[in-house]
């Protein structure tokens, strides 16, 4: 027995070691990077100009680039107007992301059994394994959601799948994924992680190396987030995942009452030192497409500052957050995100400020809170949930959704979303075959009642149509 745990601490230890030198293989120098004080994440950048600014994980040492690429909407391969054909990933097109990735700095790769239709994994395991192991850092889910996957054979059977996608033996961050969501949050909680016993397991799978850091994402129900802080002593959690940007930091809760204000998870996991890992920094594309008099009061701000890296700027300047994730399915969106944090640019509190009145004016559209986190994909009926609700975003935040003919642009308005709708949404997929059925409603962590909203843009569309 004592052999077997020397064996145990003795695999972590190397893996703790390997770990140190991994950002360093990825194409930068970490000389600059201190260390960690006081349990917080280390907020300098590396040394020297143009590299990528990188954090300390307290607990193992690893210098976890501040950028993180999620694996969450990867590229497809264009199949032209075969709309009802299901989309399929451009292997080639990932990997050459991936390869950009590490070469500028980045070594934070996350993923989940639930990407991309079952995907995700696959495709981030082909990419990586063409690079040393060494050299990148996985993440990846225990997304159990269904209750045919809350038995304790069938959850590991799934972790144990993620090994074999991913063409790994061990998992550097391995997450209880979304808690907190569902009618009962505490009670799926119960359900998918304690009474199965998985929970037990995953402490034994970090014990023994095979997970080097665990933590767990959150959506929902406060009650399960504060639930599970509170035995932290207990599970000693590596890190946790939130939804942190500009918006939620105060109004996350006003735009859907399931949702958590940022401020609050942010301030409570660094009062006990656990990292941050920060999900939808742009809020699926929302901060990135803001209504035009925002994009005014930000380019009057700076001029050579592009939107979206207000939004990476606010969730990577908080200490304690030791990544931020991005999906980023085109070349030109790493790149400018590479360009964003190497190194950051550290907000003051007076641009702070300018952020939160930023919020303040974004508040005041009606717009959907739809992240494009494609949930709620597929439809049984074929439509394109979140392209449909984004275009009725877009179209929002461009003034071209308008209270009817009296309006002096209505003529503008009503070409541009109509014509807009049927370029980025095929016919057959569009808001009027939503038949009700509500498959999709429970999935979405923003709450979003979809068939409700379906038919209202479906009744918008017609009214435009009819006038």
């Given at each position: 027995?004592?052999?077997d ?28 990077c201190?260390?960690a ?17 990188y ?19 990867l590229?497809n ?19 050459r ?11 934070y ?12 994994e696959r ?28 038995s ?12 074999k ?8 961050y ?9 009618d009962?949050g ?8 304690i009474?199965?016993?998985i ?25 399960v987030?504060?639930h ?6 207990k599970y000693?959690w590596d ?8 918006l ?15 401020e ?8 006990r ?15 990135s ?8 009061m ?18 990577g ?20 995100n ?6 950051l640019?550290v ?17 005041q559209f009606?717009?959907?809170p739809?992240n494009d ?6 439809c ?7 392209a ?6 877009k179209?929002?935040n ?7 003919p009296s ?5 503008r308005?009503?070409?541009a ?20 059925c ?6 979405c ?14 009744e ?8």
């Amino acid at each position: 027995m004592k052999e077997d745990k020397d064996m145990i601490k003795g695999r972590r230890d190397f893996l703790r070691k390997l770990s140190i030198g991994a950002a360093g293989l990825a194409g930068l120098s970490l000389a600059g990077c201190r260390q960690a004080t006081s349990g917080k994440s280390d907020p300098e950048p590396a040394s020297g100009e143009g590299e990528m600014t990188y954090r300390t994980n307290p607990t193992t040492g690893d210098k976890v680039s501040l950028l993180g690429f999620g694996m969450m909407r990867l590229p497809n391969v264009d199949k032209g107007n075969a709309a009802d054909s299901e989309p399929e990933i451009d292997q080639e097109e990932v990997n050459r992301l991936v390869d950009y990735a590490l070469a500028h700095g980045v070594n934070y790769f996350d993923t989940s059994p639930a990407y991309c239709r079952g995907f995700s994994e696959r495709a981030t395991g082909i990419a990586l394994s063409r690079h040393p192991r060494e050299s990148y850092f996985i993440a990846t889910k225990l997304s159990n959601f269904a209750p045919q996957t809350w038995s304790r054979e069938a959850s590991i059977a799934m972790f144990r799948n993620s090994l074999k996608e991913l063409q790994t033996d061990y998992v550097d961050y391995l997450l209880l994924h979304a808690i907190g969501m569902g009618d009962d949050g505490m009670e799926e909680f119960n359900n998918r992680y304690i009474k199965n016993g998985i929970l037990d397991f995953l402490l034994e799978e970090r014990e023994a190396g095979r997970i080097r850091n665990l933590g767990f994402s959150y959506h929902g129900d406060v009650a399960v987030f504060d639930h599970a802080l509170a035995c932290h002593d207990k599970y000693k959690w590596d890190f946790v995942q939130i939804q942190l940007n500009y918006l939620d930091w105060k109004y996350a809760k006003q735009i859907n009452p399931r949702n958590t204000d940022a401020e609050y998870l942010y301030n409570e996991l660094e009062s006990r030192g656990i990292p941050a890992v920060i999900m939808e920094p742009l809020l699926g594309g929302r901060l990135s497409n803001v209504p035009d008099d925002v994009v005014r009061m930000l380019k009057e701000r700076e001029p050579e500052a592009s939107v979206a890296s207000w939004a990476f700027r606010f969730a990577g300047s908080k200490p304690g957050v030791m990544c931020v994730l991005s999906g980023m399915n085109r070349m030109e969106h790493l790149q400018e995100n590479i360009r964003n944090y190497s190194p950051l640019k550290v907000l003051t509190d007076e641009e702070f400020a300018f952020l939160q009145r930023t919020a303040d004016r974004m508040m005041q559209f009606d717009t959907i809170p739809c992240n494009d986190c494609k949930y709620c994909m597929p439809c049984p009926y074929g439509l394109d949930i979140p392209a449909v609700l984004l275009h009725y975003n877009k179209c929002i935040n461009e003034g071209n959704v308008t209270a009817g003919p009296s309006d002096p642009n209505y003529a503008r308005a009503r070409r541009a979303f109509l014509v807009g709708y049927d370029r980025s949404v095929p016919r057959l997929r569009q808001a009027s075959h939503c038949i009700g059925c509500g498959q999709c409603a429970p999935h979405c962590p923003q709450g979003i009642n979809i068939p409700a909203q379906m038919h209202r843009i479906d009744e918008y569309v017609e009214k435009l149509k009819r006038n």
